[in-house]
């Protein structure tokens, strides 16, 4: 399958450059019939019974200012993941100068280059001091690298229900939910569940093959709990929906799920590439952004809504929605 075949012409002037306030009243496509909504009405869109599947996960301050040991050059670090051994994976700039051995001064952490870089990727060591202090103490929440607005608030880059740190990119779907929304959502008898799924920022890279099978995806984080498996089952044996919020729900449901589609709490890693033809067991219904352009994402919510997927980003670019992180969202529901 050609990755061409997931690429649109995205325009400078559809990426979001502020994030809108209140955070529901961003707009919302309804792709069932290309009409225009706002995100404050999906209760209304929705069914009693019906459940709601959030990411937990919080932004980690991971974007780190420092300066090479001994020459005092600057240099900016961006922790990606931890690979269990105290050791990280990290973005390094400028990367060019950047080579093993040289060794990296963050507040009181003291690191060496390990490994890399490779595509600016490096394997940090820590020589003296905390990753995790360094973090809390001089971190940084990134922003995406297309977003050249500001934000009075960095919390504005984080979910309202987010309550655990651990991923380099916010679940962007949920940054339209507010409290209120969430009440709402309760009081119609709709139920929301939480599961994690530590992002990486390699989920918002266009793919660089010429098709997808040549495509190697990330692999990421992620953990289901037994209360969210439960609540699926509850929810099938009533007759209600599963909608995910976001395409990392969908990744984390689609990774816990067997052929018959029962969910297994777990807690593991997923390198599951979701593409046409695959056939989806938990996700009945997805509400996700606009996204880049011949990447991952694009090439799920096509797996999830077939064909339609070109019409819907069509409209939405007709119709002056904002795209990308701080953008507008779509209600989607599966092709059958």
């Known amino acids: 399958m050609r990755t061409s075949d997931f690429r649109y012409h995205l325009p400078e002037s559809a990426i979001a ?51 090479k040991d001994g020459s005092g050059g600057k240099v900016e670090a961006l922790l990606l993941r931890p690979l269990g051994d105290g050791s990280w994976e990290a973005l390094v700039r400028p990367a060019r100068r950047i080579r093993v051995g040289t060794r990296l001064r963050f ?11 490779s595509e600016g990727k490096v394997v940090l060591r820590s020589e003296g001091g905390s990753f995790e202090d360094a973090a809390e103490k001089i971190g940084e929440v ?13 919390e504005r880059y984080q ?11 916010a679940p962007t779907a949920g940054l ?24 990486g920022l390699d989920t ?10 040549s495509h190697r995806i990330h692999t990421e984080r992620f953990g289901v709990p037994a209360e ?11 007759g209600g929906r599963v909608m995910a919020v976001g395409t990392t729900v969908v990744r984390a449901l689609e990774s816990a799920a067997d052929p018959a589609g029962v969910v297994t709490p777990q807690a593991s890693e997923t390198a599951l590439f979701i593409s046409p033809g695959y056939r989806f067991r938990v996700v009945d219904l ?13 090439v799920l919510v096509a797996a999830f809504m077939g064909p339609g997927w070109r019409p819907a980003y069509a409209a939405a670019l007709a119709r002056g929605y904002r795209f990308l992180s701080f953008g507008d969202a779509m209600l989607a529901e599966r092709a059958s």
Do not use: C, K, W
Not at 142 to 154: C, N, T, V
């Open 159 to 169: 979910t309202v229900y987010g309550d655990r740190s651990g991923s380099a990119a």
């Open 228 to 238: 969210v498996a439960e609540a699926i089952d509850v929810t099938r044996r009533r």
């Open 286 to 298: 997805l509400v996700t952004n606009f996204h880049i352009p011949g990447s991952t994402l694009v």
């Open 204 to 213: 918002f890279r266009p793919i660089a093959t010429p098709d997808l099978e």
């Open 17 to 67: 450059q502020e994030a809108i306030e209140p955070r529901d009243s961003a707009r919302l496509l309804d792709t069932r019939d290309l009409s225009d909504r706002r995100f404050g009405d999906l209760p209304g869109m929705l069914e009693s019974g019906d459940l709601v599947v959030v990411n937990r996960t919080r932004v980690r301050p991971a974007r780190l200012t420092g300066e």
């Open 176 to 199: 339209h939910f507010t409290r209120p929304l969430l009440d709402e959502l309760a009081g119609s008898g709709i139920d929301v569940a939480a599961v994690e799924l530590d992002i």
């Open 142 to 154: 990134p922003l995406p690298p297309y977003f050249h607005g500001r934000l009075d608030d960095s």
């Open 107 to 117: 507040g009181g952490l003291l690191a060496v280059v390990a490994e890399g870089p």
